[in-house]
């Protein structure tokens, strides 16, 4: 309140007549405290925040098992991997741990593999190569490429 006042101080001070009354219609209709602005920010930064935890409680409510269990997609290229998305709004459903990397180990040494297939999945051929791959991919055998 009181840096409100001093600002009307000083619009007073510097103008008068219709000068004064057109810039205090502006400065009272574009005037927010900080409080507001406070809010306003913190709603800005936490915005993506809640929409992915609003997103990702809709989907333990009421996502069926079948549908729960399916693949999650990722639409980059495996080079510019960084999460999970749902396919449909990108929105990210698993992100990498930074804390499963040993950051002593040289950078030359694999420390993940990323499998990566992208085809149209109403292709019968795609389909199939999907399916061989869920099933005879042995992720326990990657592992211990790893030494993890």
């Known amino acids: 309140a009181a840096e409100k006042k001093a600002l009307i101080g000083q619009l007073c001070a510097q103008y008068s007549g219709a ?3 057109f810039r205090m219609r502006q400065f009272n209709s ?3 405290s900080d409080e507001d602005y406070f809010k306003e920010a913190a709603d800005h930064e936490t ?3 809640d929409t ?3 997103m990702i409680d809709r989907m333990l409510h009421n996502l069926t098992k079948e549908d729960g269990d399916k693949p999650a ?3 980059v290229a495996a080079t510019d991997f960084l999460d999970f998305e749902d396919g449909k709004n990108d929105n990210v459903l698993v992100k990498m741990n930074p804390a499963y990397f040993n950051l002593a180990v040289s950078e030359e040494k694999a420390q993940f593999f990323l499998v ?3 085809y149209h999945p109403n292709t019968t051929q795609a389909a199939d190569l999907d399916r061989q791959l869920q099933d005879k991919l042995d992720c326990n ?3 211990t490429l790893l030494g993890k």
Do not use: D, F, I, R
Request: glycine letters at 0%.
């Open 19 to 21: 000068e004064l009354e």
């Open 30 to 32: 574009q005037y927010k």
């Open 47 to 49: 915005a993506s925040v």
């Open 52 to 54: 992915t935890a609003h």
């Open 73 to 75: 997609v990722v639409s």
């Open 116 to 118: 990566s297939l992208a």
């Open 141 to 143: 055998q990657l592992k």
